[in-house]
């Protein structure tokens, strides 16, 4: 059963930074997409970033392009978030997921196609 838990949330200032860490553990697909998502209060999920497969690429949210970076240490079965410039469109519950097919362009950010989502770690941004 795969299983994912995020950590780093944590308040920060505008224009600072922040690195979400995601543990992944009971993963045995073969080929699989991993992505954050993220949501605020009263708002719907949204995707902020996808690795669409093992070895494919990486698509990224128009409002997160260029400030943040996904990665990956396999050695480790982490993955991370790497979050610069934050600003107050930001805060939000972030969720580390994963799904046993891969994503394409189109619908990466589709929040339902992922059965395997971590509890959540909460970012907030505030001076």
């Known amino acids: 059963q795969v299983q994912l838990m995020e950590s780093g949330g944590a308040l920060v200032q505008p224009g600072g930074s922040l690195r979400l860490s995601c543990e992944v553990s009971?993963?045995?697909?073969?080929?699989?997409?991993v992505a954050w998502f993220r949501q605020a209060p009263g708002r719907e999920r949204e995707g902020v970033v996808c690795m669409g497969s093992t070895d494919g690429p990486t698509y990224y949210a128009d409002f997160v392009l260029g400030r943040f970076t996904l990665s990956m240490d396999n050695s480790k079965n982490m993955v991370y978030l790497q979050m610069n410039n934050l600003t107050p469109e930001d805060p939000a519950v972030y969720y580390c997921v994963l799904d046993g097919f891969s994503r394409n362009g189109y619908d990466w950010d589709d929040a339902d196609q992922y059965d395997h989502w971590g509890q959540g770690t909460q970012v907030t941004v505030s001076s």
């Open positions: 009971g993963n045995s697909y073969h080929d699989y997409a």
